[in-house]
């Protein structure tokens, strides 16, 4: 980034913070793709919270962007292990914020498993959660009766634009790596697994890119919407995979479990927009599939008559071209920043919350004086 680049990005997140202040004493423990931008938006947070921790997100590190946040805030290695057993999730808070206010930022519902536990037996305060992901709210969502105030941007509109754009760096990724065996996705038959925002942008992606797409989705009311705009719809996953040569994952939830791949066609391409544990079920394939490495960030997957190739070890395709999606993505941190500002202002109750449509439009104006004019 450029220094008047970087300039351009410090004023917009100054004005953010100015308009969303902190109240109070909160610590933050930030869980983040540690993408080339994120200096900015840590940069931010500190004006909001004291951030007690980055735990940098495993398959998304830029080595640039970890080494300068290193020498400003502590740095922890993340594992959804880690967090997702409540002894060790406790143990890890009170090491690093015993007693105090914290507010916990989130990329795929981490905290979920263990928030009844920390919430009740933290020596401090677990002031509220910030959840970035539709994944990450499904998770929180599916708690039922959340022990404290769970803010969720998964759903803004503020983030459509960032949706939209991944979804077109997951078919620019998996082109690119197609690519490197000497093939093309043109003219192939392809199947997207989930229509939510990411895969509405996928599927369309893939049309402009003249591939015949199938979608399939578990709800009733997307599969319509797929049909309305003009892709074919199948019943089942089986028939949506069977014909496919090339099958993207967008549900954040198992979109192939062990029995699905035994459909994939011959020489199917198989890719997700997620971590492979939340999209494709391979461990289960440990005992039954010979893996042999295809190439960089391809793996052929064969047993006797059958084989398929799975794409960056089954992980978010585009973070290995750094799943960039350009300025919009600092709509979404913003909304982060206006969250985590609000917990601190609180109190709020239990339960799932947005940040108010007021704030969005002033953060949605604010972007457009720094990025659009």
């Not at 790596?177 to 697994?193: H, K, N, P, S």
């Not at 969250?339 to 007021?358: F, I, R």
Request: glycine share 6%; net charge negative; with cysteine.
């Amino acid at each position: 980034m450029e220094s008047p680049e970087k300039a351009r990005l410090d004023a917009f997140f100054r004005c953010i913070t100015e308009r969303f202040p902190a109240a109070g004493e909160v610590r933050a423990l930030i869980i983040t793709h540690l993408l080339s931008d994120r200096p900015a938006f840590l940069r931010a947070m500190a004006r909001t919270t004291t951030i007690a921790a980055v735990l940098p997100k495993p398959k998304s590190v830029n080595a640039g962007a970890l080494a300068e946040v290193r020498r400003t805030y502590a740095v922890h290695p993340l594992t959804r292990e880690m967090l997702a057993d409540p002894t060790s999730a406790l143990d890890y808070l009170e090491d690093n914020v015993p007693g105090r206010d914290v507010v916990l930022l989130d990329i795929g519902g981490y905290y979920a498993p263990s928030l009844d536990t920390l919430v009740d037996k933290f020596s401090g305060r677990i002031v509220g959660v910030v959840e970035d992901t539709e994944n990450g709210h499904q998770r929180y969502a599916a708690l039922g009766q959340l022990p404290c105030p769970v803010f969720s941007v998964a759903r803004s509109p503020l983030k459509d634009c960032e949706d939209h754009l991944v979804g077109r760096s997951i078919v620019f990724s998996t082109d690119a790596l197609v690519r490197t065996r000497g093939d093309i996705l043109t003219g192939r038959d392809a199947c997207v697994i989930g229509f939510g925002k990411v895969g509405r942008s996928i599927a369309q992606t893939l049309r402009a890119h003249d591939l015949r797409v199938v979608v399939y989705d578990n709800d009733p009311v997307k599969q319509v919407q797929a049909h309305a705009q003009g892709f074919r719809t199948t019943a089942s996953r089986t028939e949506a995979i069977h014909r496919a040569g090339l099958v993207l994952c967008a549900t954040g939830n198992l979109a192939l479990r062990q029995s699905d791949f035994a459909a994939l066609r011959n020489g199917a391409f198989v890719a997700s927009v997620t971590s492979s544990e939340d999209e494709l079920e391979l461990d289960a394939l440990n005992d039954l599939y010979r893996r042999t490495p295809a190439g960089e960030h391809l793996t052929r997957y064969d047993v006797t008559g059958h084989y398929f190739y799975v794409l960056a070890d089954g992980n978010a395709v585009n973070f290995l071209h750094g799943a960039a999606v350009g300025a919009y993505i600092h709509l979404v941190q913003a909304e982060i920043v206006a969250a985590t500002s609000a917990l601190s202002q609180g109190p709020h109750d239990p339960g799932l919350h947005e940040v108010a449509s007021d704030d969005r439009q002033a953060i949605a104006r604010a972007w457009l004086e720094h990025f659009a004019r």
